[in-house]
């Protein structure tokens, strides 16, 4: 079965910029998170989705938003973009029942780098 | 709030073990995650925790205290290919993921 992907890959953009990326979460998951990794700094994480919505949100200002598909694929949109936005976006996916609670599997990333 | 600690760095020579701590304060705790992250890499799922005691999975080991708020991760006969971060996350209220800033272990022949 397909595991975790993400897209694109890598990705310049200059500051004042909007930015999407796409995680398409791996099969039988419900649930997506996002984590920015800045360089020498440990994962942050930003929001996390289940069946459609957002039920946690990290410390990351309102222009940091996205949503969560039917088909729990999911997108991360930043707007007004800041210098320090540049890092490595991670999503994960993971099949969450009630209150039991299952590893995350990550996506490769996608490398932000903001000019 | 939360708090999570673990050392920057460590180095251990091939073969050997090694132990790497994980010292946290959250309220709602709800599980302790180890993840591995080869540079460049995504991270890569190690071990759970949710009970106070010992998780075995071949070479890697984890431990929990929840009274202590102190989690280690133990790996045995130490690969070069070991080399990597080690993340600990922890789980707080519903799904409430917090990471550590990792430990970079350099495995060395």
């Known amino acids: 079965e397909a595991g975790v992907t993400q897209s694109p890959t890598h990705l310049i953009k200059t500051r004042g910029q909007q930015v999407t990326l796409r995680c398409s979460s791996q099969s039988g998951h419900n649930t997506v998170s996002w984590y920015q990794q800045a360089l020498g700094l440990g994962l942050q994480f930003l929001l996390w989705y289940d069946e459609g919505e957002e039920r946690n949100r990290g410390n990351f200002p309102p222009r940091f938003s996205g949503r969560q598909f039917p088909n729990y694929s999911s997108e991360l949109n930043v707007n007004a973009l800041e210098l320090e936005d540049s890092a490595l976006y991670l999503c994960a996916s993971s099949l969450v029942l009630a209150d039991n609670y299952n590893e995350q599997f990550f996506g490769p990333g996608t490398r932000l780098t903001v000019l | 709030g939360q708090n999570i600690d673990q050392p920057t760095e460590m180095t251990a020579t091939e073969g050997a073990i090694v132990q790497i701590n994980c010292t946290y304060q959250t309220s709602g705790f709800n599980g302790l995650f180890w993840y591995q992250q080869h540079a460049g890499e995504a991270p890569t799922f190690l071990s759970y925790?949710?009970?106070?005691g010992l998780e075995e999975k071949g070479r890697f080991s984890s431990f929990l205290s929840r009274s202590k708020g102190y989690s280690y991760l133990l790996l045995k006969e130490l690969q070069m290919k070991d080399s990597a971060s080690y993340l600990c996350a922890v789980v707080r209220g519903y799904q409430k993921v917090t990471f550590g800033t990792g430990t970079k272990l350099q495995v060395i022949p």
């Open positions: 925790n949710v009970l106070d």
